[in-house]
């Protein structure tokens, strides 16, 4: 089994977000959705939603804002933090992922320790994150948007699902340059791989593209 370690700057960061949640006002506590950040667990053991800051369908949330500027000063100042733009939280998706990289595959596995299977790592890397996303590669397979099959519209951070017919059976995660991150059940590990990789045997054709962070220029409906 290999460990990562993650990078000192993303681990300061994610430390700010944690100070930035422990900082905003208590809320009642309301039902999680697809696409909402994950706050700070209160003295009631019972996570809170806020909607997420560059999330589609969601609206900024100042006082999560994730790897964003800290407030200035606690209580009202909080709620006016700059929440981070979308770029830096893929560029945050993308160097989580690479943490990953090594990490045995576990059919069910979704924590370093234990290991990975495809899915599960999607879950592990949104949660570090705070952000939202259901359990399996089906499932995970309509969350966010829809965008185009289309190598040139990726952005760092897309889901990309596999399967055969319509049937999502794998799912990793976009990196740039025409790479993803996924848990192989063929290498046994977390692996960087091409997109444009030759067919063979175990390797499962390219059905889609899911868009978990807003990008207005791209994101289209189907695809």
């Known amino acids: 089994m290999i460990r990562r370690t993650l990078p000192g700057a993303l681990l300061l960061a994610l430390a700010t977000a944690s100070g930035l949640s422990a900082q905003a006002t208590p809320t009642r506590p309301t039902a999680?959705?697809?696409?909402?950040?994950?706050?700070?667990?209160?003295?009631?053991?019972?996570?809170?939603?806020?909607?997420?800051?560059?999330?589609?369908?969601?609206?900024?949330?100042?006082?999560?804002?994730?790897?964003?500027?800290?407030?200035?000063?606690?209580?009202?100042?909080?709620?006016?933090?700059?929440?981070?733009?979308?770029s830096v939280l893929r560029d945050s998706i993308v160097a989580l992922a690479r943490a990953q990289l090594g990490t045995r595959y576990v059919l069910g596995g979704t924590t370093p320790e234990r290991g990975f299977d495809c899915s599960g790592l999607i879950r592990y890397i949104a949660q570090a994150l705070r952000l939202d996303v259901p359990r399996t590669a089906n499932e995970q397979s309509r969350a966010g948007s829809a965008v185009a099959r289309d190598v040139s519209r990726l952005r760092p951070g897309d889901?990309?699902?596999?399967?055969?017919?319509?049937?999502?059976?794998?799912?990793?995660?976009?990196?740039?340059?025409?790479?993803?991150?996924?848990?192989?059940?063929?290498?046994?590990?977390?692996?960087?791989?091409?997109?444009?990789?030759?067919?063979?045997?175990?390797?499962?054709?390219?059905?889609?593209?899911?868009?978990?962070?807003?990008?207005?220029?791209?994101?289209v409906r189907g695809g």
């Open 32 to 86: 999680r959705k697809p696409g909402q950040l994950l706050s700070a667990t209160r003295g009631d053991s019972t996570p809170s939603a806020t909607p997420a800051m560059a999330l589609l369908g969601g609206t900024p949330a100042p006082t999560l804002a994730i790897l964003g500027a800290a407030p200035t000063a606690a209580g009202p100042a909080a709620e006016t933090a700059t929440p981070a733009p979308a």
């Open 159 to 219: 889901l990309l699902t596999f399967g055969s017919g319509s049937r999502i059976s794998h799912i990793g995660i976009y990196v740039g340059d025409g790479r993803f991150i996924h848990a192989s059940t063929g290498a046994g590990r977390v692996v960087e791989a091409r997109l444009d990789r030759k067919p063979g045997r175990g390797i499962k054709p390219w059905l889609g593209v899911r868009r978990l962070l807003a990008d207005a220029d791209s994101a």
